[in-house]
């Protein structure tokens, strides 16, 4: 099955600095890379997400990069704010027929003031 | 709230009771998980259902957890004699469609503590 590893554990970066995170996968038939953004006790939230025929997304201050040679796919935060503070999880889905997501172990993110 | 919901939010049982959890998804979605959260960890995947055809179940911890989806609409999730080891966070989601890249909404998640 698919096996997803996501570094660093915790980052702490200074309010207004960039944020990187990044996940490798083990399941080259993989085709989709959500990343979930959880805050403490609340669900996990999907704030971006890659299908593999792009390089790379972006949604205002958030960025996806994948490269599929490698099998490694990244999320960069640029701008960093208080409230972007919380765990993310990187996933992919795996290509059995379920389709289940498989997710990394989580980043904790603190963005000091 | 439009969205997945879970019942209930929280459960404090004893080692050895029975518990069953219960997720509404997002009525159009034809496809249901379960997941497992544990602390410092992502969640991790234990069964699938599509309608009311539970499609993927090998991942189940072990013989004491079942779920159904009788309907195709909601499901429910139990665990029979409980142990200290089942504590964790019960995560549903829903998504719609047949494809590979649909996305998943989350419920809020059934906290389970077994004392």
């Known amino acids: 099955g698919e096996n997803v590893e996501q570094h660093p554990s915790t980052l702490s970066v200074q309010e207004g600095d960039s944020a990187v995170i990044k996940c490798t996968y083990s399941d080259s038939a993989s085709n989709y890379f959500p990343w979930y953004k959880q805050e403490l006790g609340k669900r996990p939230q999907l704030i971006i997400d890659i299908r593999s025929n792009v390089g790379e997304k972006k949604d205002q201050r958030i960025a996806v990069t994948l490269n599929k040679t490698a099998k490694h796919f990244s999320l960069h935060i640029t701008e960093t704010q208080p409230e972007d503070s919380a765990v993310y999880f990187c996933a992919a889905v795996y290509s059995g027929s379920a389709r289940q997501l498989t997710f990394g172990s989580g980043t904790q993110l603190t963005v000091l003031p | 709230d439009t969205g997945v919901s879970q019942d209930p939010r929280h459960k404090i049982t004893k080692r050895g009771q029975n518990v069953t959890f219960r997720c509404d998804p997002i009525?159009?979605?034809?496809?249901l998980y379960w997941y497992r959260q544990t602390l410092g960890q992502g969640p991790e995947f234990l069964t699938y259902f599509q309608n009311e055809a539970q499609l993927e179940k090998s991942r189940l911890l072990s013989d004491r957890f079942s779920a159904e989806r009788p309907k195709g609409s909601f499901s429910t999730l139990e665990i029979q004699r409980t142990e200290q080891g089942d504590s964790a966070m019960y995560l549903c989601?829903?998504?719609?469609?047949?494809?590979?890249?649909?996305?998943?909404?989350f419920g809020q998640g059934t906290r389970l503590t077994v004392v």
């Open positions: 989601a829903s998504s719609s469609g047949t494809g590979m890249n649909t996305e998943a909404f």
């Open positions: 009525s159009e979605h034809n496809r």
